[in-house]
């Protein structure tokens, strides 16, 4: 069983950055690929990252290829996105979410385990 804490979120006004990050609890931490979901309203949860395991592989939807970056901190049991550049098109409550490695997948119902969520609001 792992458990996921969201933290980070916020207003940002546009161009600006944020950094988000996924505290999880549970064994085997390293094992799992992680991933980050966003969802605005009245959408569907999208596809944002992904980091894989083994080696720590990251894919990112097109959307956000080359604004955000992916981490992983193994000693904290923490997986990081680092965004930058935000727009406000990037509004939406981000999730982090797990499932047990090791291939990639933008999928979101391939992934076992789900954060809260938290929200990020980009100003224009």
């Known amino acids: 069983q792992v458990q996921l804490v969201e933290s980070g979120g916020g207003l940002v006004q546009a161009g600006g950055s944020l950094r988000l990050a996924c505290a999880a609890s549970?064994?085997?931490?390293?094992?799992?690929?992680m991933g980050w979901f966003r969802q605005a309203p009245g959408k569907e949860r999208d596809f944002v990252a992904a980091?894989?395991?083994?080696?720590?592989?990251?894919y990112y939807a097109d959307s956000v290829k080359g604004r955000f970056t992916m981490s992983r901190d193994n000693s904290k049991n923490t997986v990081y996105l680092q965004m930058n550049s935000l727009k406000p098109e990037d509004t939406a409550v981000y999730y982090c979410?797990?499932?047990?490695?090791?291939?990639?997948?933008?999928?979101?119902?391939?992934?076992?385990?789900w954060g809260q969520g938290t929200q990020v609001t980009v100003s224009s």
């Open positions: 980091l894989t395991w083994p080696g720590d592989n990251t």
């Open positions: 549970g064994r085997n931490f390293r094992t799992y690929d």
């Open positions: 979410a797990a499932k047990q490695g090791p291939y990639y997948s933008s999928r979101s119902s391939l992934y076992d385990y």
